[in-house]
């Protein structure tokens, strides 16, 4: 506790001193480079003087340039812009507007360690700034690159605000999980661990929440995702799946202050078509079964209830942001804080967030010193409902709610939630049974909400040793609390099973109320060292080399605690301390990590034509055997800028033409931290120490090689810009979690299997101006992604994985991963339809499974119309996918014809097939489905005000909505879901199970600056 008080003085004390007014120096000119038509900063803008001084604007716009006293204009140039000379005068701050000629690929994107030109780059990277980010209701920062990058698939685990989402940068390339990319907020690498999932004790396991939940999407600058492992290797091990940089809003001269303030209205997009009351019954009777009264034997209880409209809502939310910074000479500041207020579309479901964040620059002794801190605060505050992703035949929430009996009401005569148990309660009033879970009871008599404090701080020094060569120290610290409260009250329905904790037996939550407390603490500290030399010479050649040291250590906390038997019978205090009995001991974990690394990286550009790049970085990881801690991760690349040759003529048909080639490697460790050693867990018998797994000296980093060609180009002035990459992508050494031949000390162990996960495919990018008229712009942004998925080399061994949940689907499974196949390949027995007698046809036997097709998409695209008419605006926003499957385990769960007979509820369509009730429900390509989907994401119309002698800078309104149409013919509410499915730590892919549905969004929106 002292500790992290000391550092809060420290960050305080030189937040104080950063901010201080200062001297201004001789001839030193700051100021900002925006877009004339939207006043969004312009990243790598060319800012020059004579005599061959320069600089470029940095991510959010702004430049500091010293130029001799006899200067007397700047030249700004910037490819798809006009240049502009600006006179310079007295004054020595400036905002610049830069007028289009055309829509161009970024300039400048940041990348590992620094920011480089695009016509620089050779490896594959790509860039968003906020003109380019989704708008509307955003929760977390995936959200708003989702479906904007070609090679990078943005899959939610569900609609519920915060939620966690799978991102696959060109492609799958892990067969457990862990496999998503590396995230940089502003220099700091991030553990990519979520907060706690919800813990089972009878309806199923909640997922982990969004691990980004704690940015504010308001303080994000710029989006860089480094795609192959040219660019990636920097960042080495970590960089094996991607790296996606976060880069948050800095100060600049003559800011000001800025707000903005959302309020939204959400609806679900798409509800489950059960039946009704009386075609219920209808259908009932239509399968022989008793469709009269209960009183007469039948299901009809009297009600007329519709239980998706008890569980879902008109959901309101709102947020607000305050921004202010400022600029001199020598010192820079931006301070904001952030509120959001998220209600989900299923009731009991909310986010709540409150952020501060500053940052903060300041330099000394004419720039040969300078200080830069980045410092957030984060408070989240999640409540969930009770949805989960193996809940089984009876159903967590949704489960419930699409199953039950339209006829049974939610109270019963006497004020207490409706159970169908006979008798429905016993002599002390608690309900009796697990065959049925009043969805109602299960919202109001269950509690399960969160709170996480994080604290995400970065310090760096620069210091300029001499001309061209500069040291930096970076220090970043990444600390988070959570605690998650989950009460059941003594009264909930559909809740009589004991719970076992480690071979030990305790209470049902029903009759006796249950508390579980889920502590979590993660720190993440890193240490860096870097030394830059940058050298330029007249014939347009430079040279830049990067040396550094990078140590990490990651610690991670829990502490599960149970309390049981509510005080007084029957009344639930939501305190843990009220409950009579608890755990003696708490269940948890505790695990630490380090990471070493050394690295560099060495860019030769000759005179602007050829460009070489190579790097390689040498890890050290705690996780892996004593043989094998450390790995090298070598990668080069090239890039031939053709347009300057000489050959080509000068006003030719290309304004711009590269060939970049790239070969790269990078490493995985994503296992458990002790996964070489023998691990044990003490069980509360207190009679077996089992050992989770054997120990492996020999365990070693799973390693990603790359190999890629890109053209990039622009013609007709710059008016049509683009990319097109191909990529080749080969995952070995595979990472796996292995059952051991038995006798053993342990079941299972940590090995490297042989074999190969290979993505190959290609990208394509294009930016056209369309039109470009002085009151009328029209831009289009289009990208495609070509990529097939394969495992090769795996001869001898099949793996199983995509559990599948419902009655009589004990562990059953639907996913192969085999040789010659994609990773995840569905392999479930083939169904051809009913036979006459309404039973289900499996031409190759029901027990036969065979393969059936993927769920990674073979094709993905999106495309963005942006129109301006004076201070009119409008965009539109689609993306699209085809070639995968999704495998609908809610159908399987729910939806046949034998649910009927038993009381419960199914769609329309199943009523109205010939189905034979008899007919068993088994995992078959019955419920595998097609999830080609065009869906229109977003849309926004805008209004710009003008402004004459206002107190305001700027002032706009828009109004946005957010999944607006979905063409499918999928029949579940949303191909786009990934429900976790994994079955022996073995990840699974596009299986849908009661997800929580996606919502349709509307959002009015303020934004003024003063």
Not at 656 to 672: A, C, M
Not at 855 to 881: E, G, Q
Request: hydrophobic share 35%; charged share 15%.
């Amino acid at each position: 506790m002292q500790f992290k008080h000391l550092l809060t003085l420290c960050f305080f004390a030189l937040t104080c001193l950063f901010v201080q007014p200062a001297l201004a120096q001789n001839k030193i000119i700051t100021g900002k480079v925006i877009d004339k038509k939207d006043n969004s900063p312009l990243i790598g803008v060319s800012v020059g003087a004579t005599g061959g001084v320069g600089t470029l604007t940095n991510v959010d716009g702004t430049f500091r340039l010293s130029v001799p006293a006899t200067v007397t204009s700047l030249n700004f140039s910037y490819i798809g812009y006009k240049p502009l000379i600006l006179p310079l005068g007295a004054q020595t701050s400036f905002t610049v507007s830069l007028e289009s000629s055309s829509t161009s690929l970024n300039e400048v994107v940041v990348i590992g360690y620094g920011t480089q030109r695009v016509r620089d780059a050779t490896g594959s990277v790509a860039s968003l700034s906020p003109k380019d980010f989704n708008k509307g209701v955003i929760a977390t920062p995936d959200q708003l690159l989702q479906g904007r990058i070609a090679g990078v698939q943005v899959t939610p685990s569900s609609g519920e605000p915060g939620a966690g989402a799978s991102i696959n940068i060109r492609g799958a390339g892990s067969i457990r999980s862990g496999d998503g990319p590396l995230y940089v907020v502003d220099g700091v690498p991030l553990d990519n661990g979520g907060t706690s999932g919800g813990y089972g004790v009878g309806a199923g396991n909640s997922s982990a929440r969004n691990p980004l939940a704690f940015i504010n999407p308001s303080d994000i600058e710029n989006i860089s995702v480094l795609k192959d492992a040219s660019s990636a290797a920097i960042y080495g091990a970590r960089g094996a799946n991607g790296v996606i940089l976060i880069t948050t809003k800095k100060g600049r001269s003559g800011q000001g202050v800025q707000f903005s303030s959302n309020f939204s209205v959400a609806n679900t997009a798409k509800r489950y078509d059960v039946l009704g009351r009386e075609d219920f019954l209808k259908a009932v009777a239509s399968v022989g079964s008793n469709a009269g009264t209960v009183a007469q034997g039948g299901v009809d209880y009297g009600g007329n209830t519709d239980w998706q409209d008890q569980i879902f809502r008109q959901a309101l939310s709102q947020n607000y942001n305050l921004g202010f910074g400022g600029a001199s000479s020598t010192a820079s500041y931006r301070a904001s804080v952030g509120y959001d207020d998220q209600q989900g579309i299923v009731k009991n479901s909310a986010l709540k967030r409150f952020n501060a964040r500053i940052n903060a620059s300041k330099s000394f002794f004419k720039d040969a010193l300078k200080f830069d801190l980045q410092s957030t605060y984060s408070n989240v505050k999640d409540q969930f409902a009770p949805i989960t992703n193996n809940a089984g035949f009876n159903g967590s929430l949704i489960g419930a709610a699409i199953q039950l009996n339209p006829t049974a009401p939610v109270f019963d005569s006497q004020g207490r939630y409706f159970t169908i148990s006979n008798p429905a309660y016993d002599a002390n009033g608690f309900p009796i049974g697990n065959g049925f879970r009043n969805p109602v009871s299960l919202l109001n008599q269950i509690d399960d909400r969160d709170n996480i404090n994080r604290f995400l701080n970065n310090l760096t020094a620069t210091v300029r040793l001499f001309e061209g060569l500069s040291y930096k120290g970076n220090f970043g610290a990444d600390i988070s609390r959570g605690l998650r409260k989950t009460f059941y009250d003594p009264k909930v329905v559909g809740f009589t099973d004991q719970i076992n904790i480690r071979d030990q037996n305790f209470p049902s939550p029903t009759g006796n109320g249950t508390a579980i407390y889920q502590y979590n603490e993660q720190t993440n500290l890193t240490t860096e060292h870097t030394l830059n030399y940058d050298k330029k010479w007249s014939d347009n050649s430079s040279l830049t080399v990067l040396a550094g040291y990078s140590y990490q250590t990651f610690k991670n906390y829990s502490r599960n605690e149970f309390g049981f038997g509510t005080s007084r019978p029957g009344v639930l205090v939501k305190d843990y301390d009220d409950f009579k009995t608890h755990l003696k001991y708490p269940v948890g974990d505790s695990s630490s990590y380090k990471l070493q690394s050394y690295f560099a990286r060495v860019n030769y550009s000759y005179k602007d034509r050829y460009i070489l790049t190579g790097t390689i970085r040498r890890d050290g990881s705690s996780r892996f055997g004593e043989n094998h801690k450390y790995g090298n991760f070598p990668a080069l690349a090239a890039k031939w800028r053709i347009s300057n040759e000489s050959f080509m003529p000068k006003g030719g048909f290309f304004d711009d033409l590269s060939l970049r080639l790239n070969y790269g490697k990078t490493g995985n460790q994503e296992i458990p931290s002790y996964a070489s050693l023998p691990v044990r867990q003490i069980n509360y018998n207190g009679n077996s120490n089992p050992q989770l797994y054997l120990e492996n000296p020999d365990l070693k980093w799973q390693a990603n090689t790359t190999y890629g060609a890109g053209l990039d180009f622009s013609i007709f002035n710059g008016r049509l810009t683009g990319t097109v990459d191909y990529f080749k992508k080969s995952i070995s050494d595979l990472l796996f979690y292995q059952y051991n031949a038995q006798p053993a000390f342990s079941p299972y162990i940590y090995v490297n299997l042989p074999g190969n996960v290979i993505n190959k495919g290609f990208e394509v990018g294009l930016n056209l101006a369309a039109v470009q008229n002085k009151g009328f712009t029209w831009d289009v942004s289009y990208n495609m992604t070509f990529i097939k998925n394969s495992v090769e080399n795996f001869v001898g061994r099949n793996i199983i994985t995509g559990n599948i949940d419902g009655q009589g689907l004990s562990g059953a499974y639907s996913q192969l991963i085999a040789n010659g196949l994609p990773l995840f390949t569905f392999n479930v027995p083939n169904y051809s339809g009913l036979d006459a007698d309404g039973f289900g046809i499996y031409p190759q036997g029901i027990d036969v499974s065979s393969v059936q097709g993927s769920p990674n998409p073979k094709f993905t695209a999106s495309l963005t119309n942006s129109f301006t008419l004076k201070n009119w605006s409008l965009s539109f926003f689609l993306n699209a996918a085809t070639g995968f499957q999704i495998y609908n385990n809610t159908a399987n769960a729910f939806f046949y014809k034998g649910n009927l007979v038993s009381g419960r509820n199914v769609t329309k369509a199943i009523a109205e097939t010939n189905e034979n009730p008899l007919n068993s429900g088994e995992v078959s390509t019955r419920f595998l489905e097609k999830g080609d989907f065009l869906r229109l994401s977003n849309a926004t119309i805008g209004y710009t005000f003008p402004l004459d002698g206002s107190v305001f800078k700027s002032l706009r309104m828009s109004f946005t909505g957010q999944n607006l149409f979905l063409i499918t013919s999928y029949t579940g509410l949303d191909p786009e879901i990934n429900t976790d499915k994994q079955r022996d730590n073995v990840a699974s892919k596009g299986i849908d199970y009661t997800s929580y549905p996606k919502a349709r969004i509307f959002t009015l929106g303020l934004n003024a600056s003063f």
